[in-house]
């Protein structure tokens, strides 16, 4: 059974930083790109950041672009995401998903973490 | 890139069907067979519907369907059930210079 577990989420003051984590299994973690995907409280889903199978390939959307760093390691089936210089605008439920067959088809996600940024 | 325009609401009986549209531009839904749209019930992550437009993963119901007409996609759900009442999002691949993903606004389905 494919799972996503993530984790890290909490409250943190406007400029501060916060590591997110997710962790695979249930399924060859190195052979899918991965992605993350957020929701705001009360709003719609926002794609963040893709990161290719083996890394070479990563993209982020303009809103997070210079301040979030995603990454993975294969070798313990997890999916990162380093956020840096949070604003209140970043507060979130963070998802990680798995692409499917193709690019946009999300076909496995996670739970959720809530990300709040607040002083 | 902007995000897809969906309608905020939508509503239909049981039995009936409904459609939801999502409006893009040429530089997204016009330009790729990439669609996807997703189910999410309150308090719950997101479940995909459809994918490449018009394709169903593994265990969707037939009731959901998906299709494009020009910078226009629509999932259609036919047999409306109490079940289906949930918000809706669209999606599309936007990259013309550089890898980019857009969703809609998201839909609220009420099932009346």
């Known amino acids: 059974e494919v799972q996503l577990v993530e984790s890290g989420g909490g409250l943190v003051k406007p400029g501060g930083s916060l590591r997110l984590s997710c962790a695979a299994s249930?399924?060859?973690?190195?052979?899918?790109?991965m992605n993350w995907v957020r929701q705001a409280p009360g709003k719609g889903l926002e794609w963040v950041s893709s990161?290719?199978?083996?890394?070479?390939?990563?993209y982020y959307a303009d809103s997070v672009k210079g301040r979030f760093t995603i990454s993975r390691d294969n070798a313990k089936n997890s999916l990162y995401l380093q956020m840096n210089s949070l604003r209140a605008e970043d507060t979130a439920v963070y998802y990680c998903?798995?692409?499917?067959?193709?690019?946009?088809?999300?076909?496995?996600w996670g739970q959720g973490t809530l990300v709040t940024v607040s002083s | 890139q902007s995000a897809l325009t969906q309608p905020a609401s939508v509503s239909g009986s049981p039995g009936q069907s409904i459609t939801i549209s999502c409006t893009g531009t040429s530089s997204d839904v016009g330009s790729y067979n990439l669609v996807s749209w997703y189910q999410q019930h309150p308090g719950k992550a997101p479940k995909l519907m459809i994918y490449e437009g018009s394709k169903r993963p593994s265990g969707v119901s037939n009731r959901f369907s998906g299709s494009k007409s020009g910078n226009t996609a629509s999932l259609t759900i036919s047999g409306l059930q109490a079940e289906d009442e949930a918000d809706y999002y669209c999606?599309?691949?936007?990259?013309?210079?550089?890898?980019?993903?857009?969703f809609g606004g998201g839909t609220k389905l009420t099932v009346l």
């Open positions: 998903a798995r692409d499917g067959a193709t690019v946009t088809a999300f076909d496995y």
């Open positions: 249930g399924f060859t973690f190195s052979s899918y790109s």
């Open positions: 990161i290719s199978s083996s890394s070479s390939y990563i």
């Open positions: 999606c599309s691949y936007a990259g013309s210079s550089t890898f980019y993903v857009v």
